[in-house]
Structures are given as structure tokens and as C-alpha cells.
């Protein structure tokens, strides 16, 4: 079982930056691969980002790519989404997923799920 927490979210203008944290319980953080989702109003929950559990490999959704860079920190069991050049459009609800047997670029791939955090780009 894996607890995921997210933070850092909240109100910023367009063409500012966040950076969101997952932080994950346990001990076994290097055994999932880890992802960004989000969900927009009236939208399905949308591929993000995601990176292997040796972070060798990261993955982009087309509507980030060039934006938005995912690490992760095994040494504190935490997973980053650093955010640049912010749209409106990027305003949603992201989520931190975790996967023990596929990297997470699908929402069926993911085992475990965080409560989200709240981004709200303002033009």
C-alpha cells in the first residue's frame, strides 16, 4: 500500500511557474513508477507526466512538453512536477499516481492515486 501527498499548488498568473511535491509513504518508493494527471473542469483526467523508478526515462503529454519537467528524489520518497511558461489552459486539479508494473501514462496503468492539488492559472 502507498499513501501519496500532494502540495504546492495554488494561484499563479499566466507565463509563471509552480513546482508540485508527491510525497510517498513507505518504503518502497523505488519500486513504483510515478505520475502527473490532471483534470479540468468538465474534462477527463488527462496524462501529465510520468518517470521510471530509476528516473532514467521521463514521458510528456503533447500539451507539456517543453514546459513542464518531472524528477524524483528517492532519498525522500518524493516526486516533482516543475511547471514554466504556465497557460490558463493549464488550470486543473493534478494528481500524483504510482504504478508497481507499468509506467504511468494511462490512467489504467496507475495503482495508487493522491487527493490533488489545486493550479489556477489566471490570464
Known amino acids: 500500500q502507498v499513501q501519496l501527498v500532494e502540495s504546492g499548488g495554488g494561484l499563479v498568473q499566466a507565463g509563471g511557474s509552480l513546482r508540485l511535491s508527491c510525497v510517498a509513504s513507505?518504503?518502497?518508493?523505488?519500486?513504483?513508477?510515478m505520475g502527473w494527471f490532471r483534470r479540468a473542469p468538465g474534462k477527463e483526467r488527462q496524462f501529465v507526466a510520468a518517470?521510471?523508478?530509476?528516473?532514467?526515462?521521463?514521458y510528456y503529454g503533447d500539451s507539456v512538453k517543453g514546459r513542464f519537467t518531472i524528477s524524483r528524489d528517492g532519498a525522500k520518497n518524493t516526486v516533482y512536477l516543475q511547471m514554466n511558461s504556465l497557460k490558463p489552459e493549464d488550470t486543473a486539479v493534478y494528481y500524483c499516481?504510482?504504478?508497481?508494473?507499468?509506467?504511468?501514462?494511462?490512467?489504467?496503468?496507475?495503482?495508487?492515486w493522491g487527493q490533488g492539488t489545486q493550479v489556477t492559472v489566471s490570464s
Open positions: 513507505g518504503r518502497t518508493f523505488s519500486t513504483y513508477a
Open positions: 499516481a504510482a504504478a508497481h508494473n507499468l509506467v504511468p501514462t494511462s490512467v489504467s496503468a496507475c495503482d495508487y
Open positions: 518517470i521510471t523508478k530509476n528516473g532514467g526515462l521521463t
